[in-house]
């Protein structure tokens, strides 16, 4: 068996390709990250001959540079779910998370969807599961009505 190692390749749809905007908290984080990742960076490319950097130009790597394994961020995830004694938390469950939040916080079904990169609005109504919160709102609402 031939390993070929990990490929990349473009979303889809053309529609996939589309700016998505973060919170401002994310962005900072994103930034110092970034400049932490420079800096490892420049000290692994200073370093005498038999350096082990790659020269990866993503932002998530491995330590020394290569692209990051898709399973990367699962491995970490079983982990840590691991040693804080959680379950029924996966890479996937993020989607349906953010689904479940912003439609329950009154952010319109074609702006989630398209957040999510989801062309069938019907999809992101699978993806929103009711809160309790929410639910027990509905009857205040039937009582004012």
Not at 26 to 55: C, F, T
Not at 67 to 93: D, M, T, V, Y
């Amino acid at each position: 068996m031939v390993k070929q190692g990990v490929k990349t390749k473009d979303p889809k749809t053309s529609g996939s390709f589309r700016a998505v905007s973060l919170p401002v908290e994310v962005i900072d984080l994103l930034k110092s990250y970034k400049e932490e990742w420079e800096a490892h960076k420049k000290h692994m490319e200073n370093r005498p001959e038999g350096s082990k950097w790659q020269g990866s130009t993503r932002l998530f790597t491995t330590w020394e540079g290569k692209n990051a394994h898709p399973h990367s961020f699962n491995n970490w995830l079983r982990r840590f779910k691991e040693r804080n004694e959680l379950s029924g938390i996966s890479p996937h469950i993020f989607r349906h998370m953010a689904a479940t939040y912003l439609t329950n916080s009154g952010v319109d079904v074609a702006t989630v969807s398209g957040k999510l990169g989801q062309t069938q609005q019907a999809t992101t109504f699978q993806y929103s599961h009711l809160l309790k919160s929410a639910e027990q709102n509905t009857a205040k609402i039937m009582g004012d009505f």
